[in-house]
C-alpha cells in the first residue's frame, strides 16, 4: 500500500531532551515535507527538500532540523525541544506532478497521520 | 497579513445542503489551487486542484478560482454526514511550496 509512515504517532517529553521523528515513504517521491498544524494557524511549513542531499527552511524553521540521506526518509529532529514546539506535526511526500493540461508543475502532497507532540 | 485566509466555522449545515467555503489569498502569483480535506485524527487529503481562474467539478464537489478578485470557493452538493471535516484551501507559488489556509470546520447534520 502506497503511504507515508509517521513513527511515534504520539510523544510526551520534557523541555532539552532531544528526539527525532521519523518518516518514510515508498512511492519514490523526491519532494518531501514537514508541517506542524496548530490551532488558528493551519498547517506551517517547517522544512522542505526537492531530493536527496536538498533541503530547505519553510516558513517555520527555528528549533528543527531534517535530514535527507535517502529519498523514502526525511527524519525530523528536534535537538533541544521546548513547550512552544508543542503541535500536531505531519510529513508530506509528493510526486513532480505535471498538469497535461496546464502544462504546469501541480504539488499534489501526500500527508502522513501525523505526530501529535507535547513538550512538558 | 496571511497570504491564505480562510473563516474557520465552525459551519453547521443539515443534509443535503449546499456547502459553500471560501478562501482570499493576497499573492497575486499564485498560480494553483488546491482543497484538502482532513477528517478528525487524520492527515490532509487532496480532494481538487485547479488552475488559474475557472470551474472544476468532481461529481458533488465543484472548486472555483477568481483570479480578479483573488478568491477560492469550494461547492459540496447533497451534502452528507460523511463530509464532515475541516477543509484546507491552498495555494501554490512559483517555488513549488503550498501555503494553506487555516481550515474550515464543516458539520452536516443527519
Known amino acids: 500500500e502506497a503511504q507515508v509512515t509517521q513513527n511515534p504517532r504520539y510523544l510526551i517529553t520534557v523541555t532539552g531532551k532531544k528526539l527525532t521523528v521519523t518518516c518514510s515513504q515508498n512511492m519514490n517521491h523526491e519532494y518531501m515535507s514537514w508541517y506542524r498544524q496548530d490551532p488558528g494557524l493551519g498547517l506551517r511549513q517547517i522544512y522542505y527538500?526537492?531530493?536527496?542531499?536538498?533541503?530547505d527552511k519553510g516558513d517555520v524553521p527555528e528549533g528543527y532540523k531534517v535530514s535527507r540521506k535517502e529519498k523514502r526518509n526525511f527524519p525530523l529532529i528536534l535537538e533541544s525541544p521546548s513547550p512552544n514546539q508543542t503541535s500536531l506535526y505531519f510529513c508530506a511526500s509528493s510526486p513532480p506532478g505535471w498538469d497535461r493540461v496546464a502544462e504546469e508543475a501541480y504539488n499534489e502532497q501526500f500527508f502522513g497521520p501525523g505526530t501529535r507532540l507535547t513538550v512538558l | 497579513q496571511k497570504e491564505v485566509e480562510q473563516d474557520p466555522g465552525p459551519l453547521s449545515v443539515p443534509e443535503g445542503a449546499i456547502v459553500s467555503l471560501n478562501c482570499t489569498y493576497s499573492n497575486s502569483a499564485f498560480q494553483y489551487f488546491m482543497w484538502y480535506r482532513q477528517y478528525s485524527r487524520k492527515g490532509p487529503e487532496l480532494l481538487m486542484y485547479t488552475y488559474s481562474s475557472g470551474n472544476k467539478e468532481d461529481g458533488r464537489f465543484t472548486a472555483q478560482v477568481d483570479k480578479s478578485s483573488k478568491y477560492i470557493s469550494l461547492f459540496i452538493r447533497d451534502s452528507q454526514p460523511s463530509d464532515s471535516a475541516t477543509y484546507l484551501c491552498?495555494?501554490?507559488?512559483?517555488?513549488?511550496?503550498?501555503?494553506f489556509g487555516s481550515g474550515t470546520r464543516l458539520l452536516v447534520r443527519p
Open positions: 491552498a495555494a501554490m507559488d512559483s517555488s513549488y511550496k503550498l501555503i
Open positions: 527538500s526537492m531530493n536527496v542531499e536538498v533541503t
